[in-house]
């Protein structure tokens, strides 16, 4: 059952309006459904833009951030709680403990890193959670493309593109982690 959605997208406040749009989307829709919003503890970028949009609707938003972001005074202050870590992998060790699945909008280089972590602990079988992207303008392609090479050039097994989803939107993204079934994955390498 999904009480819990961590979301890692970008802190950026110049991006287009579009990216922007497609996060405030996603937190609206997760306000109404209900569902507990974990994420990275922002005020700005997507970060911001989908908190606001959580509580539009009710919903409960859960920051976490590492000590020295708060020094930035960048958190989102209206967040119902504000877990502070010391760093940044106690900072993904608690969204990852909080959560019942995971969701990635687009961003840059820290939310690659949060997603391939789960991506990987996927494919580990350390966590049976679903992982999603939402491809706002098609942002995801080159990775995909990038994961479809890895597994025709044998860096990777094929059941690995079964780890997660790619979904246009946020209602696709969030009927996929609702409705998710964990595939079978060899514990075998290649």
Request: with cysteine; charged share 25%; glycine share 10%.
């Given at each position: 059952?999904?009480?819990?959605?961590?979301?890692?997208?970008?802190?950026?406040?110049?991006?287009?309006?579009?990216?922007?749009?497609?996060?405030?989307?996603?937190?609206?829709?997760?306000?109404?459904?209900?569902?507990?919003?974990?994420?990275?503890?922002?005020?700005?970028?997507?970060?911001?833009?989908?908190?606001?949009?959580?509580?539009?609707?009710?919903?409960?938003?859960?920051?976490?951030?590492?000590?020295?972001?708060?020094?930035?005074?960048?958190?989102?202050?209206?967040?119902?709680?504000?877990?502070?870590?010391?760093?940044?992998?106690?900072?993904?060790?608690v969204m990852?403990q909080k959560?019942?699945?995971?969701?990635?909008?687009?961003?840059?280089?820290?939310?690659?890193?949060?997603?391939?972590?789960?991506?990987?602990?996927?494919?580990?079988?350390?966590?049976?959670?679903?992982?999603?992207?939402?491809?706002?303008?098609?942002?995801?392609?080159?990775?995909?493309?990038?994961?479809?090479?890895?597994?025709?050039?044998?860096?990777?097994?094929?059941?690995?593109?079964?780890l997660f989803?790619?979904?246009?939107?946020?209602?696709?993204?969030?009927?996929?982690?609702?409705?998710?079934?964990?595939?079978?994955?060899?514990?075998?390498?290649?």
């Open positions: 059952m999904i009480h819990s959605v961590c979301v890692f997208c970008s802190s950026s406040d110049s991006v287009n309006a579009v990216y922007k749009e497609t996060a405030t989307d996603l937190g609206r829709r997760l306000g109404r459904l209900g569902l507990n919003l974990i994420y990275g503890g922002a005020s700005i970028g997507l970060m911001g833009c989908l908190a606001r949009g959580v509580h539009e609707f009710g919903g409960r938003v859960t920051g976490v951030l590492p000590e020295f972001f708060k020094i930035k005074e960048i958190e989102y202050g209206d967040a119902d709680e504000l877990i502070v870590t010391r760093d940044m992998r106690e900072r993904k060790a990852d959560s019942d699945a995971f969701i990635t909008l687009p961003g840059g280089i820290g939310t690659m890193e949060e997603s391939m972590e789960i991506l990987s602990m996927k494919q580990l079988n350390l966590t049976p959670k679903p992982l999603v992207f939402v491809n706002t303008c098609n942002f995801f392609d080159g990775l995909i493309s990038n994961l479809q090479e890895m597994v025709d050039l044998k860096f990777a097994k094929k059941e690995t593109l079964d989803a790619v979904e246009p939107g946020p209602q696709e993204a969030l009927d996929y982690i609702l409705n998710y079934k964990p595939p079978k994955i060899s514990n075998k390498w290649m």
